[in-house]
């Protein structure tokens, strides 16, 4: 397994983004992983009956792209994903870009864990914000 980061190469305020478009599939897909069928997720009419401009992305969708920046970017592969405390503040529709980014807030030298800033925004609005807490893999030591 490629490591991206271990422990030794984070640094407080190293932050990585990721980027994506929300579709009517991406939330039919996710509705039906899920089980959630939420008709403010999946039925035009109840969004808008509920007072939305349009059906809405669940936000664990949203969240999930915080996921995708702890996965692959910063720490990146080899890093364990174990905590998520996010505030949902708006709403998020089809067609929305949405962009997660992640933020090295704590290094726990010791431990091997690291908190984690993380946020979701659309058209620079913050959808969610909070923290998570990974767990990161020293660097091997060499023979």
């Known amino acids: ?10 640094e407080v305020g190293m ?3 990721t980027r994506a478009t929300i579709t009517e599939d991406m939330i039919d897909t996710f509705a039906n992983i899920t089980g959630d069928h939420n ?6 009419a109840a969004a808008k009956a509920a007072g939305f401009k349009g059906r809405i992305a669940h936000g664990a969708l949203s969240a999930s792209f915080i996921s995708a920046v702890l996965g692959n970017d910063l ?14 503040r708006k709403p998020c529709f089809i067609g929305d870009e949405v962009t997660a980014v992640a933020e090295v807030a704590e290094i726990n030298e010791r431990t091997g ?21 990974v767990f990161v893999q020293k660097r091997p030591k060499a023979d």
Not at 1 to 10: G, S
Not at 114 to 121: A, D, G, I, L, N
């Open 75 to 88: 720490p990146g592969p080899g890093a364990v994903f174990v905590e998520l405390n996010l505030r949902f």
């Open 113 to 133: 864990r690291v908190k984690m800033k993380c946020h979701c925004e659309v058209e620079g609005q913050k959808i969610c914000r909070g923290d998570a807490g």
């Open 15 to 17: 932050k990585a983004e």
């Open 1 to 10: 397994m490629d490591v991206k980061y271990y422990l030794e190469d984070l």
């Open 39 to 44: 008709p403010i997720h999946v039925d035009e």
